[in-house]
């Protein structure tokens, strides 16, 4: 199985700062990442794909990097909306071929 | 509308069955994967498995292997996730998603149901 460890577990920020998320793979999932968003109450939303590409409708704050096993999601000038906790995912062809990540929890400073 | 519509809130006994559902409308829903992520409180998502409706291919987290099982019905449009035998663990939150694409490159997940919550509990 391959792990994903998100860091750090909780990010204490203040609206209007830049925030930046990591998630590291137990082992190379080349460019097969995503990062979603859960606002308390809700289900998850789709940020970012294959590392760097943003979804649909998705803010241009958001932005992701990395490949292989490392990788980032910054946002760059927090909203009061962008308060929630942030999963980072992986889809390759080991069993299982999906996996999320631990979660960081973007909270107000 | 393109949505995904769940099943409402389920509270069973430990040894019970249950089958809760997925309804996908304003999209070809043969054409997408339908995968079911668990959310139990203070604890990340995970992955039960994922359903192809075109031809029904499963496959399943091995850690879920044998607890669970993923069927289709084309005719309505409707994904279910049942259990046989329900455990006090089983506890949570479980979302289906559908993909974004056919190929398994494309399992990731754009739309989202907004959750079934299922209490076991004697």
């Known amino acids: 199985e391959i792990v994903l460890t998100q860091s750090p577990a909780t990010l204490s920020l203040s609206p209007g700062e830049r925030a930046t998320l990591s998630c590291r793979a137990s082992?190379?999932?080349?460019?097969?990442l995503a990062w979603y968003q859960q606002r308390p109450g809700q289900a998850p939303r789709l940020l970012i794909y294959?590392?760097?590409k943003r979804a649909t409708g998705i803010p241009a704050r958001f932005s992701g990097s990395g490949l292989g096993t490392d990788f980032t999601l910054t946002i760059s000038s927090l909203e009061p909306e962008d308060f929630a906790v942030y999963y980072c995912?992986?889809?390759?062809?080991?069993?299982?071929?999906?996996?999320f990540g631990g979660g960081t929890k973007v909270d107000i400073k | 509308e393109v949505q995904l519509v769940q099943s409402g809130a389920e509270v069973k006994k430990p040894g019970d069955s249950l089958r809760i559902s997925c309804k996908g409308s304003?999209?070809?829903?043969?054409?997408?994967?339908i995968a079911w992520v668990r959310h139990q409180p203070g604890k990340g998502l995970e992955w039960l498995g994922i359903?192809?409706?075109?031809?029904?291919?499963?496959r399943y987290n091995p850690s879920f292997q044998g607890q669970v099982t993923l069927s289709v019905d084309k005719s309505s449009s409707t994904a279910y996730l049942h259990w046989s035998s329900l455990k006090a663990s089983d506890s949570g939150f479980y979302y289906c998603?559908?993909?974004?694409?056919?190929?398994?490159?494309?399992?990731?997940?754009?739309?989202w149901g907004r959750g079934t919550l299922v209490a076991v509990s004697s």
């Open positions: 995912q992986q889809r390759t062809n080991w069993p299982p071929p999906v996996t």
């Open positions: 294959d590392a760097t």
């Open positions: 304003g999209y070809r829903f043969t054409k997408y994967w």
């Open positions: 359903i192809f409706p075109g031809d029904s291919d499963t």
């Open positions: 998603a559908k993909t974004m694409g056919a190929a398994a490159t494309e399992w990731y997940f754009d739309l």
């Open positions: 082992q190379s999932v080349s460019k097969f």
